[in-house]
């Protein structure tokens, strides 16, 4: 009994304290159902959100030189907005400021302002931007041009299925006014919405136009990765290094067109808001999801009301019954039953939380729940087993003793 209250109390600081932060959510982020991965079969030419990758090893100035020129292109194909993500380390030099300019005049751009301590592979990183007096970002051109931009928050890990970010809670680290998330920024050009829409936070929710964006108890929107409509098309742009030109390219999934033509996936991106997906706005190029495929998933999320719920309330109560049930299973049999069942509950359990999320879309992190019964799967048979020990020697002394006593009155 002491052994278990003992297991509780640590188990209930560990939580209390977030010592596993950086291995939260890591038993339900693994992939659902690996069809996902595959993209989605269905095609339609309708859906609003697509993406235009440029693949090309550039410094910022050349990048956005490159983006004047395919906002251009966008913009003559129908385009209604752009995300254009920016380098943390941009230079601020009149080259700069002039691409910048033309990228703003065009009217249908969105900057997103990249956190210089988002890694997805770095959990420093993870744990200072998890941490609300972090929640601070820099205008991308320090107040030289009024732009319009968002700050890109989303948070998700390698082949992971759940990605999570900030609607409005980010403040500007020079005035302290609040910078939405760039893709609540790229659904005002969706929607039609004024770029200066009041987007209202409150305890538990967001409203957005007609829209309305829980928050969980962390502040965060969480959404679960599912398989999204693909255009018939799609354009991609390269950048020779050795020439520094533009190519566009064009790819399609149809197994019976090989070659489509450029003008047939220009018209992919008519009516459309495009996500322009850049390997420098990631920690590597080819890891999945891209960042802009992250950005797709949160846009579609907030048009069709789908997100993911965080229930971590119960925590302590899972808890508490987990100790409680191994201590009386460790009361009432053996060691290595205890042992066996412990391993059995955790996996039990996460099977639960995953169903959780795979059918009803909530989340209940397993991580602080499996650490007390794997504890009490260690530690209580061991704690049992020496106790039986010292019971044992304990009866052998006392048995060793009547029969020296024994002995002692046979003898006399």
């Known amino acids: 009994m002491l052994w278990s209250m003992l297991i509780f109390s640590l188990s209930a600081t560990v939580m209390g304290l977030r010592l596993?932060?950086?291995?939260?959510?890591?038993?339900?982020?693994?992939?659902?159902?690996?069809?996902?991965?595959?993209?989605?079969?269905?095609?339609?030419?309708?859906?609003?959100?697509?993406?235009?990758?440029?693949?090309?090893?550039?410094?910022?100035?050349?990048?956005?030189?490159?983006?004047?020129?395919?906002?251009?292109?966008?913009?003559?194909?129908?385009?209604k907005g752009v995300l254009i993500p920016l380098p943390v380390d941009m230079p601020w030099i009149p080259k700069v400021k002039e691409q910048i300019e033309e990228l703003q005049k065009s009217g249908i751009v969105?900057?997103?302002?990249?956190?210089?301590?988002?890694?997805?592979?770095?959990?420093?990183?993870?744990?200072?931007?998890?941490?609300?007096?972090?929640?601070?970002?820099?205008h991308p051109v320090f107040h030289h041009i009024d732009l319009f931009w968002g700050v890109l928050s989303a948070r998700f890990e390698v082949l992971g299925t759940?990605?999570?970010?900030?609607?409005?809670?980010?403040?500007?680290?020079?005035?302290?006014?609040?910078?939405?998330?760039?893709?609540?920024?790229?659904?005002?050009?969706?929607?039609?919405?004024?770029?200066?829409?009041?987007?209202?936070?409150?305890?538990?929710r967001v409203r957005f136009g007609s829209h309305t964006i829980p928050l969980s108890t962390n502040g965060y929107v969480y959404v679960k990765r599912v398989p999204l409509p693909r255009p018939a098309y799609s354009v991609f742009a390269v950048v020779s290094?050795?020439?520094?030109?533009?190519?566009?390219?064009v790819s399609?999934?149809?197994?019976?067109?090989?070659?489509?033509?450029?003008?047939?996936?220009?018209?992919?991106?008519?009516?459309?808001?495009v996500i322009l997906d850049?390997?420098?706005?990631?920690?590597?190029?080819?890891?999945?999801?891209s960042p802009g495929q992250v950005y797709q998933q949160i846009l579609n999320a907030v048009v069709t009301n789908s997100y993911v719920t965080l229930m971590d309330e119960w925590n302590?109560?899972?808890?508490?019954?987990?100790?409680?049930?191994?201590?009386?299973?460790?009361?009432?049999?053996?060691?290595?039953?205890?042992?066996?069942?412990?391993?059995?509950?955790?996996?039990?359990?996460?099977?639960f939380t995953r169903w959780l999320l795979g059918q009803h879309n909530i989340i209940m992190d397993p991580l602080y729940v499996l650490l007390p019964i794997l504890l009490c799967g260690v530690l209580l048979p061991i704690v049992k087993l020496s106790g039986e020990k010292k019971i044992a020697e304990?009866?052998?002394?006392?048995?060793r003793e009547e029969l020296k006593r024994l002995e002692g009155l046979h003898r006399g």
């Not at 019954?321 to 039990?348: C, K, Q």
């Not at 304990?394 to 048995?399: A, M």
């Open 394 to 399: 304990e009866t052998v002394g006392e048995l």
């Open 252 to 273: 399609t999934f149809r197994r019976n067109e090989k070659n489509p033509s450029l003008e047939a996936g220009w018209k992919t991106y008519k009516n459309k808001i």
């Open 110 to 138: 969105v900057f997103g302002m990249r956190l210089r301590e988002l890694s997805t592979s770095s959990p420093a990183g993870a744990r200072m931007l998890d941490n609300p007096k972090n929640w601070w970002v820099r």
């Open 162 to 204: 759940i990605y999570r970010f900030l609607p409005t809670q980010y403040r500007e680290s020079n005035r302290g006014e609040p910078v939405p998330d760039a893709s609540l920024q790229l659904l005002k050009r969706h929607f039609g919405y004024p770029d200066d829409l009041e987007i209202q936070q409150g305890s538990y």
């Open 241 to 249: 290094p050795e020439i520094d030109s533009l190519q566009y390219m």
């Open 278 to 289: 850049w390997p420098g706005m990631g920690d590597d190029p080819f890891v999945f999801p």
């Open 316 to 351: 302590l109560l899972l808890i508490f019954l987990a100790v409680a049930i191994m201590a009386g299973l460790g009361y009432a049999t053996r060691g290595w039953v205890l042992f066996i069942s412990s391993i059995l509950l955790s996996a039990g359990f996460v099977w």
């Open 20 to 79: 596993l932060q950086s291995f939260e959510l890591r038993l339900l982020d693994l992939p659902l159902d690996t069809r996902s991965f595959r993209g989605a079969p269905a095609e339609d030419p309708d859906y609003p959100f697509v993406l235009f990758s440029l693949w090309a090893p550039l410094p910022p100035a050349d990048y956005l030189r490159h983006c004047v020129s395919i906002v251009g292109d966008l913009k003559k194909a129908g385009a």
